[in-house]
């Protein structure tokens, strides 16, 4: 007999906020009968689903992740010595624990609203700080999103930055394989062509713009490139240098070398492998080129009362605001991967690191003795950990002989073997490689060090935050008190328009951390990944399914990777069926920032499309766009639902007339959660989308990364994918330095689709488009929701219009987000898409208590702008402009504000866990104008 208390209680209940009942609460408000007759309503006709998804069932979360284990004990555990800018690392437990696996950081947003975000702000200083120390050049950026794109950026950078109008772009011809790739994938649509140069005899063009060299290289050679580099720069290049962040505490770095830039990866401090990512990819300038860095860049500025505060620097640059003369499409970057590297350095510090490093070393060095005792020759003198050999006509029995043995090597071609050494080697390690060479002999010591004029010699990471925290307790301590003082979603409710800040399921986070999916490096042999290639094929197909696309590629590591293969798989079949001339991608006003940028770096040319006065498309505009550009159009870009937050009737027309003009449509499909189970892009007209993984299928946001930005197309685009980085020739080359991207964070939105079901996923789009429409009737008599569809019904968010208010009482919009803070939120999206507005997507996983309190708290704040414009308040003395407000201000001995100390901190009512912003307003522009990137000297923290 079974009853009701003894039924498995289904995920979804989990991951949907409200219960039945409050469900039929929020529908009376919107005022229909039921989640599906609003969805009816709301969604065009035209494109609705009429069948359900085709996806297994949903399961419990104690079975999904029983097949999934299942799945991942396919995945061999090897000891991997292949190297290639991607080693064996021993996260500490404390930062695995409390940082990876800890929601305060993971589940946190970008740091847009700097005085609640103070935590990974300092966390991310001393990620630039570390990177900056390490590689000699005063000014490193807050992470990229892999070593081979940053050697991308950096490229481009060069080209922007330098003087020389040459197209030719250097490469050490001893660069990382994938590296090489991904620059090939981005030098063509921009017309720069790449001369791969033997940097041991260098033959070097009499005119190029930048170049790119390799410290260690690829094959472990570690190199004085001081006189190339001042070679280079006589000929008026710029010269970026691929490093490796270990080798560095022990080999003189890029900028004593001259560089003007340093790239690579801080995967290897404490970083799990995770078959290919995420990690933090870096990137460092020498002064005069801070302003052209690609991402993000954290600064120090000071808060309204004074005090030392971190933001981010130059926001100026971001896509959002350049759009077409966007330098960089970067926008969801590494985050928590960078935090996690810069805890290992807070961690160990310069001594522990140079441990490290020594170790790592010194065993590099007795394996090649070994080696050599043994017959075999290393290749090269000086090398960091990484010994290549020549074993002619031997090396892939060698590679396989180890396999047996249960350690993984590089097999570079069949003479040449390379074997990397890391944290994580172990004295049996180097007997299993001498083994698997044939050799007997073991060494007991050997030489290290290098050759004259490359050992470092100056000091790195003085500050005192490398020196502090070495016991496990202080280091608990301190990630705890940067984690306090963020708001993430462990604390409340983040309502931010277009980023899907929904739940992030411990069941679906778990796995990351199994050893099965941490520790495989990206190149090993296919027959060691099976449970990687499942769980891929399973993502793959299912992807598909509920876009209802033919063909998914897993690689672009953000929503802007996903961009830009999207447009490159465009750009490539139009070439292929002879339209090769079509460079014009049209774009409407109310586009995210990154579409613009995406196109330009695609080679594509940006034509802006109107919007009317709903926000849909302007479709006179677009036929005259059309016209205009006939023999040129290559693609449109449009997000569906749009920007603005509704579903326009008019996609299936939008859709039929650029196809009829011959160009393609490509859907953004950062709004799927509007979509789900309730209609599909791939069959209502678009050729190809991306997703953001990290906003629809739960992967957490991380504090502004990882992310994954699936690319999805209809069966002509399928060949025109991105290629894994080891196949030449491919049609389109990769996006990505790994096959699979950042493969290791795949495990969570499986377990979400797998414990979801069709059925669940359109469960979750009804609940988050009937919650945005509840925010959306409860706050209409209080501010004007801007747009909506069909019926007077937004889509999955809605868009809050505060410019009549302000020119009525001088109240800005972020006077409303900080307010926000004082009443314990996080603030919706500003002045997104259309400045002047609060843009507010409440998903489905918000309950109808936090709802309504979110609720309640913008109507209070309306309550309080009617007083600013009443007069009772001045606006520049009102608890709006002064928010937000901290302890120390309430406790000042004087008060002098003509509002109470309670009304500051307590607006609505005492609160039973009151969030407090550690810092006041922080004024931005002072930080630019006095910019500071790596850890300010702590006496500047004296008030
Ligand atoms: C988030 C977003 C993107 C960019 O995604 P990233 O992963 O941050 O690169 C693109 N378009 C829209 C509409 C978005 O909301």
New binding site residues.
């Given amino acids: 007999m079974s009853s009701r208390s003894d039924a498995v209680v289904p995920f979804t209940r989990r991951h949907i906020g409200p219960s039945p009942e409050q469900q039929r609460t929020m529908l009376a408000q919107v005022g229909y009968d039921s989640a599906q007759a609003l969805l009816e309503a709301a969604i065009p006709d035209s494109i609705r689903l009429h069948t359900p998804l085709d996806l297994p069932s949903a399961v419990t979360e104690e079975a999904a992740q029983a097949e999934l284990r299942a799945m991942a004990a396919g995945n061999r555990v090897m000891r991997q010595m292949i190297g290639l800018g991607y080693y064996g690392t021993h996260t500490p437990a404390v930062i695995r624990r409390n940082v990876l696996e800890n929601p305060a950081w993971y589940t946190a947003y970008t740091p847009y609203q700097p005085e609640i975000s103070q935590g990974r702000l300092e966390a991310l200083l001393n990620f630039q700080t570390m990177v900056s120390d390490l590689t000699g050049l005063p000014v490193a950026g807050a992470s990229l999103l892999d070593e081979a794109t940053a050697a991308a950026e950096a490229m481009t950078l060069a080209r922007r930055a330098g003087k020389s109008k040459s197209p030719v772009f250097v490469v050490d011809s001893d660069t990382l394989p994938q590296t090489l790739a991904v620059l090939r994938t981005r030098a063509e649509p921009l017309g720069i062509s790449l001369v791969t140069v033997d940097v041991t005899a260098p033959d070097l063009p009499e005119e190029f713009f930048g170049a790119l060299l390799s410290n260690p290289s690829a094959g472990g050679a570690v190199r004085d490139h001081t006189a190339l580099i001042e070679e280079a720069h006589r000929r008026g290049a710029l010269v970026a240098v691929a490093v490796d962040l270990l080798s560095l505490l022990l080999v003189r770095s890029p900028g004593d070398m001259g560089a003007d830039i340093a790239v690579g990866s801080a995967q290897r401090f404490g970083v799990p492998m995770g078959f290919g990512g995420p990690h933090a990819g870096f990137m460092s300038v020498r002064s005069g080129l801070e302003r052209s860095l690609p991402g993000r860049l954290v600064g120090v500025s000071k808060d309204a009362q004074g005090r030392r505060a971190y933001r981010l620097a130059l926001q100026t640059r971001e896509q959002h605001i350049r759009r077409e003369r966007a330098t960089s499409?970067?926008?969801?970057a590494q985050v928590l991967l960078a935090v996690m590297a810069s805890c290992y350095a807070v961690y160990h510090g310069p001594d522990g690191l140079r441990g490290i490093a020594s170790r790592v070393h010194a065993q590099a060095a007795r394996l090649a003795r070994g080696l050599r005792a043994g017959g075999v020759e290393p290749l090269h003198g000086d090398f960091f950990d990484t010994v290549t050999v020549r074993v002619p006509g031997r090396a892939e029995s060698v590679v396989s002989a180890a396999v047996a043995l249960g350690v993984n090597l590089r097999l570079v071609d069949a003479d040449h073997v390379a074997v990397a050494c890391d944290e994580t080697t172990t004295e049996s390690d180097l007997s299993a490689v001498w083994r698997a060479f044939g050799v007997e002999s073991v060494p007991v010591r050997s030489e290290t060090g290098f050759s004259a004029g490359l050992a470092r010699a100056d000091e790195y990471l003085t500050h005192p935050v490398f020196h502090e925290h070495r016991s496990e307790t202080s280091m608990l301590r301190y990630l705890r008190r940067l984690a306090d003082v963020d708001f993430a979603l462990d604390r409340g409710m983040i309502p931010l328009g277009?980023?899907t800040m929904k739940l992030n399921a411990a069941a679906e986070m778990e796995p990351v951390s199994w050893p099965q999916f941490a520790h495989i490096h990206p190149f090993a042999p296919a027959d060691q990944v099976r449970g990687y290639a499942r769980l891929i094929a399973d993502l793959e197909a299912w992807l598909a399914e509920v876009t209802g696309y033919d063909a998914v590629s897993l690689q672009p590591n953000?929503?802007?990777?996903?961009?830009l293969a999207g447009l490159l798989a465009i750009r490539a079949y139009l070439a292929a069926t002879g339209a090769g001339d079509r460079d014009v991608c049209l774009i409407p006003s109310s586009?995210?920032g990154?579409?613009a940028a995406s196109a330009v770096m695609a080679g594509m040319r940006v034509v802006v499309v109107a919007c009317d006065e709903e926000g849909n498309v302007d479709l006179d505009d677009l036929d005259a766009k059309i016209a205009q550009h006939a023999d040129r159009l290559a693609a449109i870009m449009v997000?569906y639902p749009s920007?603005h937050g509704v579903y326009e009737s008019e996609i299936t027309r939008l859709c039929a007339k650029v196809h009829d003009a011959g160009g393609q449509v490509y859907v953004?499909g950062?709004?799927l959660n509007a979509l789900l189970g309730f209609a599909k892009p791939g069959r209502f007209g678009a050729d190809v989308s991306?997703l953001?993984l990290?906003?629809t299928f739960c992967i957490p946001h991380g504090g502004g990364g990882p992310?994954i930005?699936p690319v999805a197309v209809r069966s002509h685009l399928a060949e025109y994918l991105p290629s894994d980085p080891r196949v030449a020739d491919a049609p389109v080359g990769p996006v990505a330095a790994a096959p699979y991207g950042s493969a290791g964070i795949l495990p969570i939105p499986w377990m979400y689709l797998r414990m979801m079901g069709g059925r669940g996923l359109a469960e979750a789009t009804a609940q988050a488009v009937l919650a945005a429409n509840y925010v959306a009737s409860r706050l209409a008599e209080h501010y004007p929701v801007l747009y909506s569809g069909n019926k007077g019904l937004v889509a999955h968010e809605c868009i809050l219009d505060l410019r009549a208010l302000t020119k009525r009482s001088g109240v800005t919009v972020d006077d409303v987000a900080k307010r926000l803070m004082d009443y314990g939120f996080h603030a919706p999206t500003m002045s997104f898409p259309v400045a002047g507005t609060l843009m507010v997507e409440p998903t489905e996983s918000e309950d109808l208590t936090e709802l309504d309190r979110f609720c309640d708290a913008m109507i209070a704040i309306r309550g309080e702008i009617d007083k600013v414009a009443a007069g009772e308040w001045p606006v520049e003395d009102s608890p709006l402009r002064n928010a937000p407000h901290t302890a120390d201000v309430l406790a000042a001995e004087d008060w002098s504000h003509p509002y109470s100390r309670r009304e500051a901190v307590f607006p609505a009512g005492a609160a039973a866990a009151k969030y407090w912003p550690p810092v006041g307003r922080i004024d931005g522009a002072y930080g630019d104008r006095n910019l500071a990137c790596s850890c300010p000297p702590p006496e500047a923290f004296g008030s």
Avoid: F, M, R
């Fill in positions: 499409n970067i926008c969801t277009s980023c953000a929503g802007s990777q996903g961009e586009a995210h990154t579409n997000t920007t953004d950062a709004n991306h953001n990290h906003k992310g930005g």
